[in-house]
């Protein structure tokens, strides 16, 4: 079993910039290729980032690419948000999780473990 917690959301304005940080437990995460999430009020769960086992593979929504990337530290078994230029459509909660398969499913279906979330919340 795999435990994921994330923090750093929070208030910003728009242009602004936030790190979300993802802390796993109970196992190893470096074999898992590892995802962010987000969900809005009223909407599904929309992939954002995702990041392979050995970080030789990422990938982004087109709504982010260029404004977020994705990084992790195996050794501390954490994965990384940091997300640049944020805009009130960038608002959610955003999830992190992992998919022990090691590719990064743009569903959210296939991935094995989830966290509870972090708000995020871009004035304008």
């Known amino acids: 079993q795999v435990q994921l917690v994330e923090s750093g959301g929070g208030w910003v304005q728009a242009g602004g910039s936030l790190r979300l940080s993802c802390a796993a437990s109970g196992r190893s995460i470096s074999s898992d290729a590892m995802g962010w999430f987000r969900q809005a009020p009223g909407r599904e769960r929309e992939f954002v980032a995702g990041?392979?086992?050995?970080?030789?593979?990422?990938a982004f929504a087109d709504s982010v690419k260029g404004r977020f990337t994705i990084s992790r530290d195996n050794a501390k078994n954490a994965v990384y948000l940091q997300m640049n230029n944020l805009s009130p459509e960038d608002t959610a909660v955003y999830y992190c999780a992992a998919n022990r398969g090691g590719l990064i499913p743009l569903s959210p279906k296939p991935y094995d473990y989830w966290g509870q979330g972090t708000q995020v919340t871009v004035s304008s």
């Open positions: 990041i392979t086992r050995n970080s030789g593979r990422t």
